[in-house]
């Protein structure tokens, strides 16, 4: 029933999916200089996935703090589930300036090269090793980013990071992560690591579980360039519950 009120306030959700073709040309018709792609899956037409990004913000980065952050959510679509694609930085006032978004089936790799590629044709100066690129560690995402920014410095999110610790270790092990993040040399991470496993039950496994992680993607003392005082992309992509609203 909820499904039937919905297409009567906002139209057929499967149908929508074919008023895209019509969407992208109004964009490009309002925005010249915008980057709009969308393709279809081979054997059935159907809609496949989406990239927009606005002329406005294709040379911005130039202008904004050097650190891209890279996520996707779910939408509201529960009978056609879709992915919601972020790119987006902070300007010089720590304000979220969203990049560029896009839309596909899935959080996959073949997904997120597809958005990069285009990412990567869109935004001037993204190519760079002046340029960090910050995100999850989602697998698909992880490999695409090295295959596609090979220049660029990338960079875990500690939030994910330690919502996996906590998972894994329970909250004493989030704290000595914390630590290890602002660890200001290498002598002082390893001192924190060695402590961890002396003092707590769980440490041995701690230390295996930290020391697959590279440094130069989460501590400080190992990061090639500044992170403007940030160790999450929570304060660089939306938040999800606003995300969601789209």
């Known amino acids: 029933m909820r499904d039937i009120c919905q297409d009567m306030i906002s139209g057929c959700q499967m149908q929508s999916f074919s008023h895209i073709p019509a969407l992208c040309a109004r964009i490009r018709d309002a925005d010249s200089g915008a980057i709009v792609d969308w393709d279809?899956?081979?054997?059935?037409?159907?809609?496949?996935?989406?990239?927009?990004?606005?002329?406005?913000?294709?040379?911005?980065l130039r202008f904004c703090q050097k650190?891209?952050?890279?996520?996707?959510?779910?939408?509201?679509?529960?009978?056609?589930?879709?992915?919601?694609?972020?790119?987006?930085?902070?300007?010089?006032?720590?304000?979220?300036?969203?990049?560029a978004y896009g839309l596909a089936p899935v959080e996959n790799f073949e997904n997120w090269m597809w958005f990069l590629h285009n990412l990567k044709i869109s935004i001037q100066d993204l190519s760079s090793d002046e340029v960090f690129i910050v995100s999850d560690r989602q697998k698909g995402l992880e490999k695409a980013v090295s295959e596609m920014l090979p220049e660029n410095p990338h960079m875990h999110c500690g939030h994910h990071l330690k919502m996996n610790v906590q998972k894994h270790f329970g909250k004493v092990a989030v704290q000595v992560l914390q630590n290890l993040f602002h660890a200001p040399y290498e002598e002082r991470f390893n001192s924190i690591l060695e402590e961890a496993g002396n003092r707590l039950d769980f440490g041995r496994k701690f230390v295996q579980y930290v020391r697959r992680i590279d440094p130069e993607r989460y501590v400080?003392?190992?990061?090639?360039?500044?992170?403007?005082?940030?160790?999450?992309?929570?304060e660089f992509v939306f938040r999800l519950d606003a995300i969601h609203a789209w």
């Open 220 to 234: 400080r003392y190992a990061l090639p360039l500044p992170r403007y005082g940030r160790t999450t992309i929570t």
């Open 40 to 60: 279809t899956f081979e054997d059935s037409c159907t809609f496949r996935r989406l990239f927009v990004c606005p002329s406005a913000t294709r040379p911005i």
């Open 67 to 99: 650190m891209v952050a890279l996520d996707a959510c779910f939408t509201k679509n529960k009978k056609y589930p879709t992915q919601l694609f972020l790119a987006t930085v902070h300007d010089g006032n720590s304000q979220i300036v969203p990049l």
